[in-house]
């Protein structure tokens, strides 16, 4: 199971963090698998954001996040991060991550195809606006 939170409301140009826990229940280590980082704007469809292998450290990010949402993952504390900075009312919307077994430890390709994830956190809610 996985539960993104870190989610709220700031100003343009401002930063938020927000974490994806694993649940420590199953036992398997975060670097088993994929994590993906995926948003629902109102009235869009859900979109990719940004993977990360966390046993070698490879990401992928969206053109648009590209450069301002760094993501990192800590095993230790089986959580992997999303750094948002410089946000844009644009980023508004639902942040959702989500786990990818089939692909051993590695993200899959094409990295931001919904259907290639196995399981969904809850979302967490972002707002930019001034």
């Known amino acids: 199971q996985l539960q993104a939170s870190g989610g709220g409301l700031v100003q343009p140009g401002g930063s938020l963090r927000l974490s994806c826990v694993a649940s420590?229940?199953?036992?398997?280590?975060?670097?088993?698998?994929?994590i993906g980082w995926f948003r629902k704007a109102p009235g869009k469809e859900r979109e990719g954001v940004s993977c990360?292998?966390?046993?070698?450290?490879?990401?992928y990010y969206a053109d648009s996040v590209k450069g301002r949402f760094p993501v990192s993952g800590d095993i230790a504390k089986n959580t992997v991060y999303l750094q948002m900075n410089n946000l844009k009312p644009s980023d508004t919307g639902i942040y959702y991550c989500?786990?990818?077994w089939g692909h051993g430890s590695n993200c899959p390709k094409p990295w931001d195809r919904l259907s290639w994830y196995d399981d969904w956190g809850q979302g967490t809610q972002v707002t930019v606006s001034s």
């Open positions: 989500a786990s990818e």
């Open positions: 420590t229940d199953a036992e398997i280590p975060l670097d088993y698998y994929a």
């Open positions: 990360i292998s966390v046993s070698d450290g490879s990401t």
